[in-house]
């Protein structure tokens, strides 16, 4: 397997089963530098057996992984290069958050003062340099997610995953952690990768994405690829640009009988599971910046006026990632 010096981590077709059920069913994917990549699927799609092999926890029944040069066939080797927050982290609450990471640090060869130096250094990386000699028991959760973001950092890894980060958070807490993220992929030039079930948080952090359904990758690329699919375009991305309108749920066969007939729609869809949201595809637009972009977009909200159908909300673009993934993973559970 052949590694570009871009490519932090390659995976090929890996493969695991518990007894006759499989688990995940040829995994294949490569994440770059400074990226960050959203890993998405239902419960049951296969995510957690694939963050355990990728972290060496479990081993493939087949198929194979490099992390930063080294082969999954040296798994001690690999961990030193990685940093993993898992979604339920314990801490010890009766020892400072310094103390934590010099501990953390010392397990990774350092001596006490280095490992003291790099877990202050890393205490400010998470904006938590002025609770260093706090008692973890004191933090909050964002806290205690911060701290266990800093823990993940301590060996400088190549490879960072994170699994239900923003959990519990406040809207604050959510924002300040993902623009966290963020600096850690791009400052250090590292490969994230985020497990989260919240998708417009994916859609708002992430480069790219992978959707698994019971085993198998169902979507893969950048985010705005995978929001570009449809199941009403089947194999292919939608062509053109639209809006998103929301209307009463009794109003959405009315609502698109009228917008159907609105000159340069060319279609109009429901996405499951999003009550009374309606996707509207343009024909034949590449700017969505246009002046003739924003007169479609008066032409349709006039027709539903003109109709009498009220408007709840208004969104541009051709559907976010929630209304596709929930398209690709129907019927998953």
């Known amino acids: 397997m052949k590694e570009t010096r871009s490519q932090l981590l390659l995976a090929k077709d890996l493969r695991k089963s518990y007894g006759e059920r499989p688990a995940l069913r040829g995994l294949s994917f490569s994440l770059k530098a400074g990226r960050i990549l959203g890993f998405l699927g239902p419960n049951g799609a296969g995510k957690t057996t694939a963050i355990r092999i990728l972290t060496t926890i479990l081993e493939p029944d087949s198929g ?153 990758v169902i979507a893969k690329g950048t985010v705005a690829e995978v929001i570009g699919r449809s199941s009403s375009h089947k194999g292919g991305y939608i062509q053109g640009n639209g809006i998103r309108i929301q209307v009463l749920p009794s109003s959405v066969n009315q609502a698109r009988k009228v917008l159907v007939k609105v000159p340069s729609v060319l279609k109009v869809t429901q996405p499951s599971g999003n009550s009374g949201w309606l996707t509207v595809e343009f024909a034949n637009l590449t700017n969505r910046k246009s002046k003739e972009y924003s007169y479609l977009n008066n032409k349709v909200l006039y027709a539903l006026i003109r109709a009498e159908i009220p408007i709840m909300s208004l969104e541009g673009g051709r559907g976010r990632l929630q209304d596709v993934f929930l398209e690709l993973t129907e019927g998953a559970n």
């Open 64 to 216: 194979s992984f490099v992390v930063a040069g080294v082969s999954s066939k040296y798994p001690e080797k690999i961990r030193a290069k990685i940093g993993v927050l898992p979604e339920s982290l314990g801490f010890p609450k009766n020892i400072t958050a310094i103390e934590y990471l010099i501990y953390f640090g010392q397990l990774y060869r350092k001596s006490a003062s280095d490992a003291r130096k790099h877990g202050l250094a890393l205490l400010a990386e998470v904006g938590l340099e002025q609770r260093a000699k706090s008692l973890i028991g004191s933090f909050s959760r964002g806290m205690r997610q911060r701290l266990g973001i800093a823990r993940a950092l301590v060996n400088d890894p190549k490879v960072v995953f994170l699994d239900e980060p923003t959990l519990g958070l406040d809207p604050r807490g959510q924002k300040e952690l993902l623009e966290l993220i963020t600096r850690i992929a791009r400052g250090r030039n590292a490969g994230v990768i985020l497990c989260s079930h919240d998708l417009p948080e994916v859609e708002s952090i992430c480069d790219d994405v992978i959707i698994l359904k019971l085993g198998r």
